[in-house]
């Protein structure tokens, strides 16, 4: 029998429960647990950091040695086999689409996702034209990508996130240069700009919303990078915080870090265009390319 795909990111309930372990082992050193548990401490390390997937005998072993009540432990022990799932982005057809993208398909995965992006827009809003052309540009700079592979893999995400029954909603709030700026061919620019439009009036799902030059930030905390925020239904999953940088993106897990962000985000917010107001400029933007042609 066929095995089903996961319905919240593996990802993240394995930081969960690296989370819960660094908590119940109190004062006692990860080696020291590690060798009460009979493993390596490196594997310990591992679990905490979440990254990989853990056996269940693994953690099991990790369990037995804690200081934990039954309810918290048969909680953890379902958390570890849900951090073993596989997903969509698993499969052959987009093993080729880059492992920075793999990261965020699983870190959506039953997500509701609020995003921040500066100048380029972000893959869950692209067209495959778009798409193409920018995967295409990683390629030439150096990228080890599938080109093919890593289209469907915009694509797909999409569907997942968008589909009637996905679980979470989207909101993005872009800077203004994100719509006027060309990184991509003026007729793929347009396509773009008119799908953003569509998606900004038409869905429910999404919230797309501009940052004028001029916005006023209540405390002028401004982010450095573009970022996304991931929370999850369940409220024991953590709410987890990926910063894009040039090479990865930085995943934050700690409340503190992860409440910074929520709090600029709040900020940012607080200084955007209506979401009416936002679809009417992108709206110039693409009347002003069509000008152009």
């Known amino acids: 029998m066929a095995?089903?795909?996961?319905?919240?990111?593996?990802?993240?309930?394995r930081m969960r429960l690296g989370a819960a372990v660094r908590r119940l082992r109190g004062d006692t050193s990860a080696s020291e647990l590690a060798r009460r548990a009979g493993l390596d401490r490196t594997v310990v390390s591992k679990v905490e950091a979440g990254e990989r997937r853990t056996s269940l005998d693994t953690v099991l072993r990790l369990l037995d040695v804690l200081s934990?009540?039954?309810d918290e432990y048969q909680q953890l022990l379902n958390v570890a086999r849900s951090g073993t799932e596989t997903g969509w982005w698993n499969g052959s057809r987009y093993a080729s689409m880059g492992e920075r993208q793999a990261?965020?398909?699983?870190?959506?995965?039953?997500?509701?996702?609020?995003?921040y992006q500066t100048s380029m827009l972000p893959g869950l809003l692209q067209t495959e034209a778009y798409a193409r052309h920018r995967a295409q540009v990683a390629i030439d700079k150096g990228a080890e990508l599938d080109l093919e592979a890593t289209v469907r893999g915009r694509l797909r995400r999409q569907e997942e996130m968008f589909s009637e029954g996905g679980a979470g909603t989207y909101e993005v709030f872009l800077e203004p240069q994100a719509i006027w700026r060309r990184p991509v061919p003026p007729d793929v620019m347009r396509e773009q700009l008119l799908h953003l439009h569509r998606l900004a009036t038409e869905s429910a799902k999404v919230r797309v919303r501009i940052l004028p030059v001029d916005a006023r930030l209540a405390d002028g905390w401004v982010p450095r990078n573009p970022f996304a925020v991931y929370q999850y239904a369940d409220p024991g999953d953590l709410t987890l915080v990926a910063v894009d940088?040039?090479?990865?993106?930085?995943?934050?897990?700690?409340?503190?870090d992860t409440a910074d962000y929520a709090q600029m985000y709040e900020e940012l917010r607080a200084g955007a265009l209506s979401v009416e107001d936002s679809a009417a400029l992108i709206q110039k933007a693409a009347g002003e390319l069509a000008a152009d042609a």
């Open 68 to 70: 934990i009540e039954q």
């Open 245 to 256: 940088t040039v090479n990865a993106d930085l995943v934050y897990t700690a409340p503190k």
């Open 3 to 13: 095995r089903s795909l996961a319905a919240v990111s593996p990802l993240a309930r």
């Open 103 to 115: 990261k965020t398909a699983d870190l959506e995965c039953g997500a509701t996702v609020r995003e």
